[in-house]
């Protein structure tokens, strides 16, 4: 192979034309001859593989697009120009007849008389004629005193009499009680005190939401009103809790009249306080002023009161119920 080699000869590089284009625009496949070798070659026919050839597919046309026509001309309205206004012709006011003006006659004023007043000269009296004059009255005077012009008719005392109060006659408190604390008449006990539902004082039984009358503070003035709220004791010591009716004098009102108010109508109270047992006075009757029903039978009755409202002493103001 070496002297092969050698003794072959170096031929220069052969070009090769560019492969011709079909008519189609596919290239042809060309048969290449071999060189020729010092030795026999079997040569190996050439293999022809098909070219399959894509057809030539055509662009779609173009459509142009059709020419539109402009739309038709606007049809311009023609303007209608309003009608003229017609103006009311300017009708000028008459004329204001202006009634003459009568100038008032002229006053003919006498020409004004000057006095001066150093020509004027009082009339003075003497000083003693005055005197004389006013030692003659107070002399008058002293000797016959001045009578009234009118003289008032001398007429009896008028005696006003004083109505007769309300409430029953006065009674004097008595110095000894005796005051009976039932057995069966006890409600709790609370360390020393004893509550009781009732007692009886010089004779007369006393229960829980009876309405009494205690001593007044000062004698001749109406004594206080209230309902029993409790009675208890210590031992020593005689108690009563009672929830106070005001009176009208005992109020805001005053002694004012009793325009509002009636003579035995009372005012309901939260006042609630402690007294002696011994300062109960009587029973009475209060009632509600809408659970009466003839009012002048009820209060012809003695200790028989009535209420219509509430008081309240803390704000001095009524409710009515």
Aim: net charge negative; glycine share 2%; proline share 18%.
């Amino acid at each position: 192979k070496y002297a092969l080699h050698m003794a072959t000869p170096q031929q220069p590089p052969v070009t090769q034309p560019p492969p011709p284009i079909s008519t189609n625009g596919s290239p042809v496949v060309q048969q290449i001859p071999l060189p020729e070798a010092p030795f026999a070659i079997h040569s190996i026919p050439p293999v022809q593989t098909p070219v399959q050839t894509s057809p030539v597919v055509s662009p779609p046309p173009v459509q142009t697009p059709s020419m539109v026509s402009p739309p038709p001309p606007v049809q311009t309205l023609p303007v209608v120009s309003p009608p003229p206004v017609q103006t009311p012709p300017v009708v000028s006011p008459p004329p204001v007849q202006t009634p003459p003006v009568v100038s008032p006659p002229s006053v003919v004023s006498p020409p004004p008389t000057l006095i001066s007043p150093l020509s004027v000269q009082p009339t003075v009296p003497p000083p003693e004629t005055i005197l004389d004059e006013l030692s003659k009255k107070r002399k008058a005077t002293e000797a016959s005193p001045i009578e009234p012009q009118c003289k008032v008719p001398k007429t009896e005392e008028i005696v006003y009499q004083i109505p007769p109060r309300t409430t029953p006659q006065e009674e004097e408190q008595p110095e000894e009680y005796e005051i009976v604390w039932p057995e069966d008449a006890i409600v709790s006990k609370e360390d020393d005190i004893t509550f009781y539902n009732r007692v009886v004082l010089n004779g007369v039984e006393y229960k829980l939401g009876d309405d009494c009358e205690l001593w007044p503070d000062q004698p001749g003035t109406p004594g206080f009103i209230g309902t029993i709220k409790s009675l208890y004791t210590d031992g020593n010591e005689n108690s009563v809790e009672c929830c106070w009716f005001y009176r009208q004098e005992e109020t805001i009102l005053k002694n004012n009249s009793r325009q509002h108010t009636g003579p035995r109508e009372l005012f309901l109270s939260d006042h609630v306080d402690d007294n002696a047992l011994e300062s109960l006075r009587r029973k009475v009757s209060v009632l509600p002023f809408t659970e009466i029903g003839n009012v002048a039978e009820y209060t012809a009755q003695p200790n028989s009161y009535y209420y219509k409202r509430k008081y309240n002493h803390k704000a001095k103001s009524f409710v009515r119920l």
